[in-house]
């Protein structure tokens, strides 16, 4: 099983990006999808998590600008973030918790968010 996470890049104060992950290999069913992040010298926090009956929950910092989403035909989520801020700077991780032969959970490579004021 493999998570590739795309969408990170450089945006100003106040602008937007969406996050992708794409789940990819034998793959029964797709559990819960998260995002987290991790900026310089901190520790990986959660930012958003969706389950697979589209229940979300979202990190204070982060609610009524951020929205969790998932594709499950194309076994995709996605991390959508609007009014970001200088402080939303940081390797945003994509998780699943995936049943193939068995039931585990997977981390994404990482994608790079920079927000500059």
């Known amino acids: 099983v493999q998570l590739v996470e795309s969408g990170g890049g450089l945006v100003q104060a106040g602008g937007s990006l969406r996050l992708s992950c794409a789940v990819s290999?034998?793959?029964?069913?797709?559990?819960?999808m998260g995002w987290y992040r991790q900026a310089p010298g901190k520790q990986r926090e959660l930012v958003a998590v969706?389950?697979?009956?589209?229940?979300?929950n979202y990190a204070d910092c982060v609610k009524g600008r951020f929205t969790i989403s998932r594709d499950s035909d194309k076994n995709t989520g996605y991390l959508q973030m609007n009014s970001l801020k200088p402080e939303d700077t940081a390797v945003y991780y994509c998780?699943?918790?995936?049943?193939?032969?068995?039931?585990?959970?997977?981390w994404g490579q990482g994608t790079q968010v920079n927000v500059s004021s």
């Open positions: 290999g034998s793959i029964f069913s797709i559990n819960a």
């Open positions: 969706i389950t697979s009956g589209g229940s979300t």
């Open positions: 998780n699943a918790n995936v049943r193939s032969a068995w039931t585990s959970n997977y």
